[in-house]
């Protein structure tokens, strides 16, 4: 997994720098990171990340499960990990149910070490379509 290129999407700058911290710190290749659906967009449109990693509240505008869509429908076989504060899945509107398959979901609280989301990374390269 260290090969895969991780692009991160997390408008919270205090904890997208300290994921991506301790997930390189673990051999994670983190290619990109951005509070901005925007940039992702276009970095992944030219770049191809294997695996975006995204926080679901992205502020006004897109959230992550719409990120996540425009992603597969360049991209189809990019692997997606969805990270949310909300511990209620009923929480985001039933919209869980519009990721992408074989996306994962996790609940930031969840995450009480790194190696959970790093797991997490690694089971979403596996489920991803080929």
Known sequence: MASAKVMMVEDDEFTRATVKSALESKGVNIVFDTPSVKEAIEFAKTNRPDVAVLDYNLGKGPNGIDLANQLRRFQPGIAIVLLTAFLDPAQLDKRIAELPVGSKYLIKHS????????????????????
């Open 111 to 130: 995450v009480t070490k790194i190696d959970v989301l790093v797991d997490e990374i690694a089971a979403a390269l596996k489920t991803a379509p080929k």
